[in-house]
Structure formats: C-alpha cells, structure tokens
C-alpha cells in the first residue's frame, strides 16, 4: 500500500480529526487526579494514527469512512474501561462518541450525494458540527479545570468529581457555563466564525462542482487536420509506441460503481493527454484503462527519447493522479505498466 503523505495530512488536520486532537489537549492538560495513564494516552494516540490512515487509504468509500471514523472512540472507551478512575459513559465519551456518529455519518453521506445542494447542506450541517464540538469540548476542559479546583480546595470530595464528570451533570453544568459573559462572547464568536466557514465552504463545493464538469467527458485527442492530410493516401513510417495500462483495474471495475470508475478513467485519459502533448505524440486510442500513444508520426527522428521521457513523466505525475482520485473520494489504482517499442508501421487513413 502507497502511502499518500498529502492525504494523509489533509485527513489529519481537514477532515477526520481536528476534534479528537482538541480532546487529547484537554486530556493532557488535565491534573493528574483525572488525568489517563501515559500508557492509556499514547494507545489512544496510536487509534487516532490508524483511524487516519484507514480514513485516508479506503475514506472514499461511505461504509468506511463512517465505521473507520469510530475507532478513536472505541479506543477511548476502552482505555476507560481498563485504566480510568472515571465512568466509562462519562461527558467526555459521550461527546466523543456523538461528534464521530454525527461527522463520519455526514461525510459518508456527502460522499454519496452527487448533486450539488445536498452536497452543500451537507457542508453546512459539517460546519454547524464542528462549532458545537468546539463549544462543548471547550465547556468540558472549562468543567473539568473547575472542578479539579473544587476537588484540590476540598469543596468537592472525589465521588463528587467524578460525578461532576458524568453525563446527567451536562445540562446543568452548561446552563451555569452558559451564564457566564465571557462563555457567551465566545460562543458568539464561535457562531459568526462557523457562519464564514460555512459561507466559504458553499462556494467550495460549487467551484469544485463546476470543476469537476470539465473532467466529466474527455473526448480523446485525434490528430489535427493538417497531419490527417500528410499520411492519408498511406505509407510506412517508423515510429515509437507507447503502451500503458492500469494493474488490477479489472477487479476495481468490476467492484466499484460505474460512477466511480468512469471518474477515475476521465483523469486518467486527461494525463496522458496532457502529458503526450508535452512530449509530441499522438494518442492513437484509449480502450478501458489502456492508454496508446505514437510518436514520430511527423518523422522526428528523437521519437525514442521523446517516448521514455514521456513515460518517466506520467509515472512522476501518478502521484498527483493518486492523490486527485483519494481526494475525490475515487478508487485508488496502486500501479501501471508502461511498454515502448520502436518500429516500422504502416500509417494512413
């Protein structure tokens, strides 16, 4: 399995993860008396790894981009369960648990979407997400540093700590949280930011959607009418061919949805396309994920360099193929093959 150094940071600070990140602050900046063991914090860190490199390896796919979502939380639970003095339903598993039902069961569903207003409501409830999160993960770390205070000071005995912690204190906690002026100019501000994001991701979502139309039909490159007219009576030429092809791409096809696979063949087509006009040659066809390309057509006599620097050059450019398809929520291709033969042909209409 390639690993994909930009995805998998684009999933770690983007997308699966920016709420568990501020949730492991809050547990490494808790006292000692409620904080996890070192053992306990570093597992959990080791679920998050692995969470982000499922989510951005197989995170195109809705199933598992909800069910991967919820490993962190199950990480949690258990590290409760075995190590923790605190309740394994406390606040604290509750929130995690509720914000990665509601954000991976979002994503999954924006992955299915494919016209464009459910797409963007499902980019507003994925804002609206993420500011509530924030607001009570920040209320948790403001509840927990209160109450460890109480505890140290001796105003609160350990069984009232640990209940302070637990979920049935939620709604008066926060109402009492909510009172405060400086609580309530920062869920403001938290709103008027979460209203920007929300406004911005809209406009993402319909650049990319008018972007993504230009890739929805690649016509394949014919040569132009002036090369047309050179060989059209027939003769022998010789030429340079480059063959290429996608490893494994039966099974894909056969695995994924046509949607997806006509996806990941239109920027495969626009690459070659792209790069073969960079090197001078000529598409010759494209038959599923086999990719033809001739050159020295016009007689030039580097067509043998000019083929293997195009090969070398599309292989440099997979990489960004590989991470246009995983950012796109497409299947992923590991490999292809290249070939280059040089011979004489006949060449005519």
Same mark, same amino acid.
């Given at each position: 399995?390639?690993?994909?150094?930009?995805?998998?940071?684009?999933?770690?600070?983007?997308?699966?993860?920016?709420?568990?990140?501020?949730?492991?602050?809050?547990?490494?900046?808790?006292?000692? @008396?409620?904080?996890?063991?070192?053992?306990?914090? @570093?597992?959990?860190?080791?679920?998050?790894? @692995?969470?982000?490199?499922?989510? #951005?390896?197989?995170?195109?796919?809705?199933? #598992?981009?909800?069910?991967?979502?919820?490993?962190?939380?199950?990480?949690?639970?258990?590290? +409760? !369960?075995? &190590?923790?003095? @605190? /309740?394994?339903?406390?606040?604290? &598993?509750?929130?995690?648990?509720?914000?990665?039902?509601?954000?991976?069961?979002?994503?999954?569903?924006?992955?299915?979407?494919?016209?464009?207003?459910?797409? /963007?409501? !499902?980019?507003?409830?994925?804002?609206?997400?993420?500011?509530?999160?924030?607001?009570?993960?920040?209320?948790?770390?403001?509840?927990? %540093?209160?109450?460890? +205070?109480?505890?140290?000071?001796?105003?609160?005995?350990?069984?009232?700590?640990?209940?302070?912690?637990?979920? &049935?204190?939620? =709604?008066?906690?926060? $109402?009492?949280?909510?009172?405060?002026?400086?609580?309530?100019?920062?869920?403001?501000?938290?709103?008027?930011?979460?209203?920007? +994001?929300?406004?911005?991701?809209?406009?993402?979502?319909? %650049?990319?959607?008018?972007?993504? &139309?230009?890739?929805?039909?690649?016509?394949?490159?014919?040569?132009?009418?002036?090369?047309?007219?050179?060989?059209?009576?027939?003769?022998?030429?010789?030429?340079?061919? $480059?063959?290429?092809?996608?490893?494994?791409?039966?099974? =894909? #096809?056969?695995?994924?949805?046509?949607?997806?696979? =006509?996806?990941?063949?239109?920027?495969?087509? !626009?690459?070659?396309?792209?790069?073969?006009?960079?090197?001078?040659?000529?598409?010759?066809?494209?038959?599923?994920?086999?990719?033809?390309?001739?050159?020295?057509?016009?007689?030039? *006599?580097? #067509?043998?360099?000019? !083929?293997?620097?195009?090969?070398?050059?599309?292989?440099?450019?997979?990489?960004?193929?590989?991470?246009?398809?995983?950012?796109?929520?497409?299947?992923?291709? *590991?490999?292809?093959? =290249?070939?280059?033969?040089?011979?004489?042909?006949?060449?005519?209409?």
């Amino acid at each position: 399995m390639k690993f994909l150094r930009k995805r998998y940071l684009e999933e770690f600070f983007l997308y699966s993860s920016q709420f568990v990140l501020f949730f492991m602050i809050i547990l490494f900046s808790s006292p000692s @008396v409620i904080r996890p063991s070192t053992t306990a914090l @570093v597992s959990l860190i080791g679920f998050l790894l @692995v969470q982000i490199g499922l989510l #951005a390896r197989f995170g195109h796919r809705p199933p #598992a981009r909800f069910f991967f979502s919820l490993m962190t939380p199950l990480g949690y639970t258990l590290m +409760q !369960a075995l &190590s923790a003095p @605190v /309740r394994v339903i406390d606040m604290a &598993s509750f929130f995690l648990w509720t914000t990665a039902l509601y954000l991976g069961g979002i994503q999954a569903l924006a992955i299915l979407f494919r016209r464009k207003w459910p797409k /963007r409501l !499902a980019e507003v409830f994925l804002s609206l997400g993420t500011i509530f999160t924030f607001i009570f993960f920040y209320f948790y770390l403001d509840l927990r %540093l209160t109450s460890t +205070q109480a505890y140290e000071s001796g105003d609160l005995g350990y069984a009232g700590l640990i209940d302070s912690l637990s979920l &049935s204190n939620f =709604i008066p906690a926060f $109402l009492i949280f909510a009172k405060t002026l400086q609580h309530v100019f920062f869920m403001f501000g938290a709103f008027m930011f979460g209203s920007f +994001q929300v406004a911005d991701k809209i406009k993402q979502v319909s %650049l990319k959607s008018r972007l993504d &139309s230009v890739y929805a039909v690649v016509e394949p490159p014919t040569a132009d009418s002036s090369m047309r007219e050179r060989v059209a009576d027939g003769e022998n030429r010789d030429v340079v061919i $480059l063959y290429a092809d996608l490893w494994n791409f039966t099974p =894909i #096809a056969e695995k994924e949805g046509a949607r997806a696979v =006509i996806g990941l063949l239109n920027r495969y087509y !626009a690459l070659w396309d792209i790069v073969a006009r960079r090197h001078n040659g000529v598409i010759e066809q494209f038959v599923g994920d086999t990719a033809i390309v001739v050159f020295g057509l016009m007689g030039e *006599k580097d #067509a043998g360099d000019d !083929a293997v620097a195009c090969a070398f050059d599309f292989l440099y450019e997979f990489s960004h193929l590989q991470e246009d398809l995983t950012s796109h929520r497409l299947p992923l291709v *590991k490999h292809l093959g =290249i070939g280059v033969h040089g011979g004489r042909v006949a060449v005519g209409e």
